[in-house]
């Protein structure tokens, strides 16, 4: 029987999906307030040692809280809600689609090694015009349309996206966030202790030491990572240097939203930026590019293609709106940077054929080569450039810088084969999320993580669960199959067959849904979720009686629980029936009161966002 759509969502037995989920955990916490003082703190030197206990304590708390909320699939499907109604959707399937292909690219195994603590990468393009991107700490990228359109190339956009999985990958979010708590709970006691400054220069001086000491240092980081994601991925590996050219050009001359545009020579009180000088972003990508080429190629004047300083060509300006003179440098680099990283010799660029040369990986080098006609010139570059290898030493350098890189992923994956059971159990919870979105692929994806961890707690439940990841992705024999392994394996578990039932129920069976769930009510007749399920199969069956017998059974067991409709609600405790719609009206009486302050506040952030703007332009002028 063809599954009915959206039934796989229906799981509202599971007690994982009655958890409330923390609107504003990804907007940014608010500052900590400090810790109390004892009488204690009152000498200086206590004050100081009380200060780096205090900032200690919260920075293992922080990182604790951010890491544990990263890894929760829940929290990343709220990560894109909380996008797409802040920032909308993009609505130009171009631009869709070119994120969507350079990310597939991008998470392919080969290219990176997700730790165990973490989640798969999950995309977005919204409809922001502002030039950015950004990961949250749950692995969601969010892509603003407006970096799609002002980055021209596949391999800039590549290079932003590798920059932004890096920051995923390391965990970058969480540090900060945790050094943030940390810095500002050690500050606050110190300043208890010693009342050097008022509390508005404690925010201000934990705001730059935020800015400056903790993320900073994690925007080269992830500078490197991308460079090496797009690499690997095929990218030309200029991309980066290109992006950060693109980039200065646009910030410089096109950018006309206060929130892009700051003026260099703008003095400031304290300056808060958080990210590198874009320039000196651009120089340290161009070094990586040299390094990748193993030595050989480098970029004079943001301008000259250089082959061991011997220049080959120049890039040219070509853009209609600005000078893209070092963006197209610096992509011309990076081909010609792919072909000495990948070819061992002069012979394997295929230089000596007859007519002119072309080569699939370096399509802007061979075009350029054949319209200036630098063939020749090329070719006794490049044979000189391999000539001199072994007395400069640069291709061992790069293999050994290789063969490093290869060894730290090798150690990477071993980790990951070597999860223990506490994160097992959380892939295990987070594939059975990932069904409950409907996302089968990430399902299997987390499940046989779980599966081939060597801490795996639970191998039955796991296959039970992977079962019902089968069945959304509506491969049903291959789902009872394994469903039924599970439930041989430990027919103690209640949650073995009431995956099983949820398999016959996607499928359409509810007669064989409903035998499960009875199985689940009499391996363990404390457990509600077991009579619950039976009870929304036996409505669904259109036998209200039996429904209403096990829903009582629900609220005995679990009298807070939100999963019993209103109409059995009201016939089973009219009392408790009273009180829900009270919430309930309570709640949308909130709701709306915190509206109309929305609203009020975007009102007069956006008459303060004009005037800035008004300022700008007229200091502009």
Known sequence: MKMREGMFLQSSWRKKLARAIAAAVFAGAAAAAPLPVAEAASGTGWGIAASALSGFLAYKSGLSMMLDIGNNAHYQQQSLWQDKKANGTDGNARDVAIIDGIMTRLTQPDVFVLPADALPFSWHVNDSALFNAACYPTD????????????????????????????GIEHHSAEVYAKTMAAYYGLSLLNMATGVMDWQQLQKLTAYSSAKLFTLPTEYAADAGGFQLAARAGFNPGGGAAAMARMTAYLKDESRDFREYQDPKEKTDVNYNDHPDTELREARLMKMLTDYSAGHVTVEARKDVCIDGTRLLSG???????????????????????????????????????????????????????????????????????????????RKKLDAAEAKEHAALAKAYDAVLAANAKQAKRMRMNSDIYSDLGDSRKALWMIDRALAAK???????????????????????????????????????????????????????????????????????????????????????????????????????????????????????AKAYDARVKKREEAAKAAAEAKKTEAQKSTSESAEKAQKTTEKEQKRT
């Open 455 to 573: 801490g795996l707690d639970d191998h039955a439940e796991s296959l039970g669960i992977r079962g019902r990841a089968l069945a959304v992705a509506g491969d049903f024999d291959g789902a009872l199959q394994t469903a039924d392994a599970a439930c041989a394996e430990d027919p103690k578990n209640v949650y073995n067959f009431l995956n099983r039932a949820d398999i016959y129920w996607m499928k359409g069976d509810l007669a064989a849904a409903i035998s499960d769930a009875s199985q689940a009510v009499a391996a363990d007749e404390k457990n509600a979720d077991g009579y619950l399920m039976r009870a929304i199969l036996t409505d669904e069956a259109g036998d209200c009686d039996g429904a209403l017998v096990d829903y009582q059974k629900v609220h005995e067991l679990a009298p807070a629980s939100e999963c019993i409709p209103d109409e059995y609600l009201k016939e089973i405790d």
């Open 140 to 167: 969601y990228i969010s892509v603003n349309r407006g970096l799609v359109r002002i980055l021209g190339h596949e391999a800039e956009i590549a290079a932003v996206l590798g920059h932004e999985m890096t920051h």
């Open 316 to 394: 040219a300006f070509t853009a209609e709106t600005y000078d893209d003179t070092a963006e197209n440098a610096y992509l011309l680099a990076g081909e010609l940077g792919r072909l000495f990283h990948d070819c061992r010799t002069a012979e394997a660029w295929g230089l000596g054929a007859a007519g002119d040369w072309e080569n699939a990986k370096a399509p802007l080098l061979t075009a350029a080569v054949r319209q200036q006609g630098l063939k020749d010139t090329l070719r006794t570059l490049v044979t000189a450039a391999y000539a001199g290898e072994e007395k400069s030493g640069a």
